[in-house]
């Protein structure tokens, strides 16, 4: 018996589903540009409707609108014409998805979709069909060919459906002017929400564990700051806080090398005079990109005064996920 090519069938598969997706360009029309105009006017949320293996596909799209700026959730329909009808209000907009159009479990619902006046886009493969001739905007999910060779699991056409929503989702987020922080708010617990939330000052060391020395201290007084506080570094300051410039382990080693004295030298003559500062409202991740980019480890926080109030190490953001 001859083995059988199970590369081979994925292969044809992948192809398959790659042309149907291409394919969806021609679909890509005015009815899709009413579509979206209608989900922007919409005052309500989007409510995404489909049965069986377009449910699925439904719930993965009111998932992705959700995530993307668009108020949005999954009704199933079966369970719709029992009580979950009611989830629908007059501001709302529904999404329905079926292949044939022609699901029953949708077609039910038709009549009192119509009598709320809620505005309904479809997604179906057959534009004559009773759902497409009933939407106010009929978005195509037609394909050629499954990728079933039965031509009866939804393969290319599940496929198609998937990218048309995720196509709706992106074209609606940029409409809005959609912003990585407005999609970090809904992703608060995931590491992209940490590090597009977390501020500096979330994080900093201040108070009494900021390392900080005076300009006129001895260079023997900043080191013993920098052993006490652990950062590798110590503010210097003017007497009125004022950042005045820093000094570092790498400034350390070039003093030693200059032969400098360490209980007479002044922080003032042997300090860095233009340290890389950031505000305390700087987003965490703007401070790590800071860091990479000049090749530091440590950046000092400082206030509209210039006032020195915070060190931030590579460490915290390492701690903090944002690395």
Same mark, same amino acid.
């Given at each position: 018996?001859?083995?059988?090519?199970?590369?081979?069938?994925?292969? &044809?598969?992948?192809?398959?589903?790659?042309?149907?997706?291409?394919?969806?360009? /021609?679909?890509?029309d005015?009815?899709?540009?009413?579509?979206? &105009?209608?989900?922007?006017?919409?005052?309500? &949320?989007?409510?995404?409707?489909?049965? #069986?293996?377009? #449910?699925?596909?439904?719930?993965?799209? $009111?998932?992705?609108?959700?995530?993307?700026?668009?108020?949005?959730?999954?009704?199933?329909?079966?369970?719709?014409?029992?009580? @979950?009808?009611?989830?629908?209000?007059?501001?709302d907009?529904?999404?329905?998805?079926?292949?044939?159009? /022609?699901?029953?479990?949708?077609?039910?619902?038709?009549?009192?979709?119509?009598?709320?006046?809620?505005?309904?886009?479809?997604?179906?493969?057959?534009?004559?069909?009773?759902?497409?001739?009933?939407?106010?905007?009929?978005?195509?999910? %037609?394909?050629?060919?499954?990728?079933?060779?039965? $031509?009866?699991?939804?393969?290319?056409?599940?496929?198609?459906?998937?990218?048309?929503?995720?196509?709706? %989702? *992106?074209?609606?987020?940029?409409?809005?002017?959609f912003? %990585?922080?407005?999609?970090?708010f809904?992703?608060? #617990? +995931?590491?992209? +929400?940490?590090?597009?939330?977390?501020?500096?000052?979330?994080?900093m060391?201040?108070?009494?564990?900021?390392?900080?020395?005076?300009?006129?201290?001895?260079?023997a &007084?900043?080191?013993?700051?920098?052993?006490?506080?652990?950062?590798?570094?110590?503010?210097?300051?003017?007497?009125?806080g004022?950042?005045?410039?820093?000094?570092?382990?790498?400034? !350390?080693?070039?003093?030693?090398?200059?032969?400098?004295?360490?209980h007479?030298?002044?922080?003032? @003559? *042997?300090?860095?005079?233009?340290?890389?500062?950031?505000?305390?409202?700087? !987003?965490?991740?703007?401070?790590? /990109?800071?860091?990479?980019?000049r090749?530091?480890?440590?950046?000092v926080?400082?206030?509209? /005064?210039?006032?020195?109030?915070?060190?931030i190490?590579?460490?915290?953001? !390492?701690? %903090?996920?944002?690395?």
């Open positions: 018996m001859t083995e059988f090519d199970f590369s081979q069938s994925a292969l &044809r598969t992948i192809e398959l589903e790659t042309q149907a997706v291409a394919e969806l360009r /021609n679909h890509i005015e009815q899709f540009n009413v579509a979206c &105009r209608q989900i922007l006017q919409c005052s309500g &949320r989007v409510i995404v409707s489909g049965m #069986g293996k377009s #449910g699925h596909m439904g719930k993965k799209i $009111a998932a992705t609108l959700v995530s993307t700026g668009t108020p949005a959730f999954f009704m199933h329909p079966g369970e719709a014409s029992h009580g @979950d009808l009611g989830m629908l209000t007059r501001d907009l529904l999404i329905a998805i079926s292949y044939s159009g /022609n699901s029953p479990e949708l077609l039910t619902l038709l009549p009192l979709i119509k009598r709320l006046g809620v505005p309904m886009i479809s997604m179906t493969g057959e534009p004559k069909s009773v759902l497409a001739q009933a939407a106010d905007a009929h978005l195509s999910i %037609a394909v050629e060919r499954e990728a079933c060779p039965l $031509a009866l699991a939804p393969t290319s056409s599940a496929t198609v459906t998937t990218v048309l929503g995720d196509a709706l %989702a *992106i074209a609606l987020l940029e409409a809005r002017g912003t %990585a922080e407005d999609f970090a809904s992703h608060p #617990g +995931g590491s992209l +929400g940490r590090k597009l939330l977390l501020r500096v000052s979330d994080i060391h201040g108070d009494d564990k900021l390392p900080v020395v005076k300009k006129y201290d001895t260079l &007084r900043a080191l013993l700051e920098m052993s006490t506080k652990g950062f590798g570094m110590t503010t210097v300051c003017e007497t009125d004022t950042l005045a410039g820093i000094f570092t382990d790498g400034d !350390l080693r070039r003093s030693i090398d200059r032969g400098v004295d360490i007479s030298a002044q922080m003032h @003559d *042997i300090m860095n005079h233009t340290p890389t500062t950031i505000s305390p409202d700087t !987003l965490a991740a703007e401070a790590l /990109n800071q860091m990479e980019s090749k530091i480890t440590t950046l926080i400082t206030d509209t /005064n210039r006032i020195a109030i915070g060190v190490h590579m460490h915290d953001l !390492l701690r %903090a996920g944002v690395i």
